[in-house]
């Protein structure tokens, strides 16, 4: 049992369990600070395969604009005149039945696959190379998220937009 | 036990349940939307698992990088649609938001 395979089983369960709180609490709020430790989870397990540059984006991204957008979400939509922010849920048990067989049979086929694996091989760093990858060989998604990123933008700022009463 | 490619599939797995449960279970359209973040990064973690374990090359992590690129995009303009279904229903609830605009 190395000191690899002890922070891996320390960062899945940091994921797994704060999962497991973001879908089943009743408090919206619990919810989206679990989610915040799932997203630092899996940061985690980005960089035990070797993707630093990844790992520090997801923390950036995830962590630092998704889940403050969920919160603002969160704060916008519901009438916080007390405390706590209770939330229902629906179908519980023929769900936690389907998808339990679908996690399980899922499961059986993944681990009972023959992959074709190479032992991990961990690059230096990889953020020249994902520089390199995207300007030669992808540079045309490259454009294309961009576009579709300024497209974002400006959709959401115009849904979102308050309207101004005509008088 | 070493720790394989299996290990990483199986939390993967894990995941993307959970985010497929809350999506179906949840009323409030803001945890449906935590809920696809789930299953998102389950999908990312399957890529640069495969892509560190399979040679090849650093391909999966820069696929993985353009999924958290939409998954950004898709946030912003499904909450920009959440905030407006507020303003005309005065409730998230998804089951009841059921009539189109008369």
Do not use: C
Not at chain 1, 3 to 20: C, E, G, N, P, R
Not at chain 1, 108 to 118: A, C, G, K, L, R
Not at chain 2, 65 to 85: D, G, H, Q, R, W
Request: net charge neutral; aromatic share 10%; proline share 1%.
């Amino acid at each position: 049992m190395s000191i690899y395979d002890i922070i891996f089983y320390l960062f899945a369960a940091i994921t797994i369990v704060s999962a497991a709180i973001v879908v089943n609490t009743k408090n919206i709020i619990h919810s989206a600070f679990s989610l915040l430790l799932t997203f630092f989870g899996v940061s985690g397990l980005y960089a035990l395969l070797g993707a630093d540059f990844l790992a520090i984006v997801q923390i950036m991204v995830y962590v630092g604009g998704i889940l403050i957008l969920l919160l603002f979400g969160v704060m916008l939509t519901n009438k916080i005149t007390n405390v706590d922010i209770k939330t229902g849920v629906l179908n519980v048990i023929p769900a936690i039945l389907g998808l339990g067989i679908f996690g399980a049979i899922l499961i059986f086929i993944v681990t009972s696959t023959n992959w074709h694996v190479e032992k991990l091989v961990i690059p230096k760093t990889t953020t020249k190379m994902l520089g390199n990858l995207l300007l030669t060989d992808y540079v045309l998604v490259f454009e294309l998220l961009a576009i579709l990123l300024l497209i974002a933008l400006i959709g959401a700022a115009s849904i979102a937009r308050r309207e101004k009463k005509e008088i | 036990m070493e720790v394989g490619l299996n290990h990483f599939l199986i939390v993967s797995t894990a995941l993307f349940s959970f985010g497929l449960y809350a999506i179906v279970t949840r009323k409030n359209a803001i945890m449906v939307l935590m809920g696809v973040e789930l299953m998102l990064n389950a999908a990312n973690l399957n890529f640069v698992a495969f892509s560190s374990f399979g040679n090849f090359g650093i391909n999966g992590q820069l696929y993985a990088l353009f999924v958290i690129i939409l998954a950004a995009a898709e946030a912003a303009i499904a909450l920009a649609i959440v905030l407006n279904v507020y303003k005309t229903f005065t409730n998230v609830n998804i089951d009841e938001i059921n009539n189109l605009k008369d």
